[in-house]
């Protein structure tokens, strides 16, 4: 054992490189000893030093702090926390297990990892994860800043950092296919299909084993810690390489114009229920971390995950908005998507907060001003606040805006109003707060259910690759198989089933709200019918690149699409104009196949709507039929409108779209819509 003076700082947490060495810092309220370790590799089956903190001298407050000269970037260390192992009061110290630090920026993990080792008593150096001193100092960002564009002209891409290139049809060497270098040589694909943000799935460092036996945790909400890149997404494996090459495909992004959204989970960590492994906080501080049931004795599950993190305790709070300041600060982020949000609004007893103070100190924290905050609105245990969630900056996940465009594009009966709701900015559900329009994400996919092509393509879940006899994913998954479940080669199947990947996609992407499309949908990606592929690090979850030619008619009705979208106005937010006031002020009517008739019954199965934008005088007509046969829709022709046809997602490419510029004109006083489809029209002035 080594024991040093050097006292060290209780600031900053975790490992902080200054003049001579490093000053490494650790909460715990409940420890009676600390040893910090030193490795020389990540493998190694012993520790290369062991210092001893001495409680007199080493120990302000709960805060356990000790400076270590010599210390370079790249050093690989970990704690061995002391204390009196008491499970029924929460208590769950194991002084022979390496834990990582919770403020550590960069993680190794041995390739002999064992979270089975983590699980059970003994000691576990060579199979456990370590901690890396970083100087997030060393890096030249070459100018670059977060991007701050405006959320009315954000398009939103999520995507999975390894799914995007991991497939060979991705093209790419092995070496760099599935990594942060991967995708950055694939930003010219996202420049061309035109979305202005990727929203990546978790990208903290997690715990590709907390999944069931023989299978991987694929999608990454499993993390353990907050601060550090996941290593394996790095082509390169030195201790340092992942933070690099994580900055090096943000500062690419940025220069192509596109803005980086981490997909974080705040929520709950890797190390699972009473029956899980000590990996990190359980083992370092239990009772300040989780929240726990009987005592102490049980883990708290609003996530469906085995614990929950107790995210108001001021430590805990501390922890989250550090974590978000250093991924703005010194990772150049631009925004957040909170993975259960909700459950940040739980107290320590489970209780939703009226004001939860870990969401207030978020929302009104200076260096995350300008940030954007994208909550997921709801959590496992029942608490849903989509339309009713906290503060003033948040934008939500609109689970009501899927659900509804779904039910719509299926006939499912009295769905026309809501949808009618949905497509401008959902006032139903916003209204009240008198907030902006932006304030909706609006998607019918993400990653948590079917894709898009699946969604048009099954009427059940097929998730028998997942080892759970098809129980596990979402049964609600308001779909409609076309008329036949699963692949065909009837072309009046596949026609239709085209057809209504347009629709939703036309839906997504013209109405009031931000918008967001999932990776792959844009060229009818499958996951076979899994609606739950979280485990599933193959064919089924990889991005399948030749699908690229094969749905080239997508891809490209896609990218005008978006184009277009890219050249909204963004005065109303510039003004900070409300949902309320927009529509209050804008030219809008509703029709039916008649003008000013709007059927809102329960057998209603179309929506028309016209708006004329009050700065330019341009005219729009949306036009939307989900009945199963043609309808004869009147334009309007008021003072002798020339009507031209942008979108009709009946017709073959390239006709179902076209350039706005050399938009044809329709002839007549009438537009007939196919069955199944949406037509949209607009005007410069009369004829």
Known sequence: MTSLLNVGSTAPLGASMVDG?????????TAVGVELVFFDRQDDPTPSRVFRLDPATHRTYYYWHLF?????????????????????????????????????????????????????????????????????????????????????????????????????????????????????????YLQKLGITAVELLPVFQFDSQDCPPGKVNYWGYSPISFFAPHQAYSSRQDPLGPIREFRDMVKA?????????????FNHTAEGNEH?????????????????????????????????????????????????????????????????????????????????????DIESDPGLAGTKLLAEAWDAAGLYQVGSFIGDAWKEWNGRFRDDVRDYFRAEPGSARRFADRIVGSPEIYGHKGREVE?????????????????????????????????????????????????TDDPT???????????????????????????????????????NAYCQDNEISWFDWTLLQNHSDLNRFVSLMCARRGTRTVEHERRRTTLNDLLSDAEKTWHGVRLNQPNWSDNSH???????????????FFITNAYWESLEFDLPNSGGIAWRRW?????????????????????????????????????????
């Open 647 to 687: 979108i009709d997602t009946s017709l073959d490419s390239p006709n179902d779209i076209v350039p706005w510029e050399i938009a044809p004109t329709v002839i007549g006083p009438t537009y007939r819509v196919a069955g199944r489809t949406v037509v949209m029209l607009f005007s410069n002035g009369k004829g």
């Open 253 to 265: 992004l940025h220069r192509a114009g596109i803005e980086v959204i981490l997909d974080v989970v």
């Open 276 to 360: 899980g492994a000590t990996l990190c906080f359980r083992g370092i501080d239990n009772p300040t971390y989780y929240l726990l049931e009987d005592g102490g004795s049980r883990y708290a599950n609003y996530t469906g995950c085995g614990n929950t993190l107790n995210a108001n305790h001021p430590i805990v709070r501390r922890m989250i908005v550090d974590s978000l300041r250093y991924w703005v600060d010194e990772m150049h982020v631009d925004g957040f998507r909170f993975d259960l949000a909700s459950i940040l609004s739980r107290d320590g007893s489970g209780n939703p907060l009226p004001n939860p103070p870990v969401l207030w």
């Open 21 to 29: 060495g490093a000053n490494f810092g650790i909460f715990s309220r």
């Open 606 to 620: 179309s929506v028309a709507f016209e708006a004329v934008l009050a700065q330019s005088g341009e005219r729009f």
């Open 493 to 531: 199947i596949e026609s239709l089933r085209n057809r209504q990947v347009k629709n939703f996609l036309t839906a997504t992407l013209l109405s009031l709200g931000m918008p967001m499309i999932s990776m792959g949908d844009e060229v009818r990606r499958t996951q076979r019918g899994n609606n």
């Open 439 to 487: 304030q909706s994400v609006n998607f019918v996919t993400c990653h948590d259910g079917f894709t898009l092509n699946d969604l048009v393509s099954y009427n059940q879940k097929h998730n028998e690759a997942n080892g759970e006899d098809n129980r596990d994913g979402a049964n609600d998954n308001r779909s409609w198989n076309c008329g036949i479940e699963g692949p």
């Open 68 to 188: 270590v000269p010599g210390v370079r970037p790249g050093q690989l260390y970990g704690y061995r926390v002391q204390g009196n192992p008491d499970p029924s009061r929460g208590l769950r110290f194991a002084s022979d297990k390496i834990l990582l630090d919770p403020y550590g920026r960069g993680v190794v993990v041995p390739t002999t990892y064992s979270r089975q080792d983590a699980s059970k008593a003994g000691d576990n150096c060579s199979t456990a994860m370590k901690s890396v001193v970083i100087d997030p100092k060393d890096y030249d960002w070459e100018g670059d800043l977060p991007l701050r564009r405006p959320s009315a002209q954000t398009i939103i891409y999520e995507m999975h950092v390894r799914g995007f290139t991991r497939d060979p049809s991705s093209g790419l060497d092995e070496q760099i296919r599935g990594t942060y270098a991967g995708l950055i040589e694939k930003i010219p």
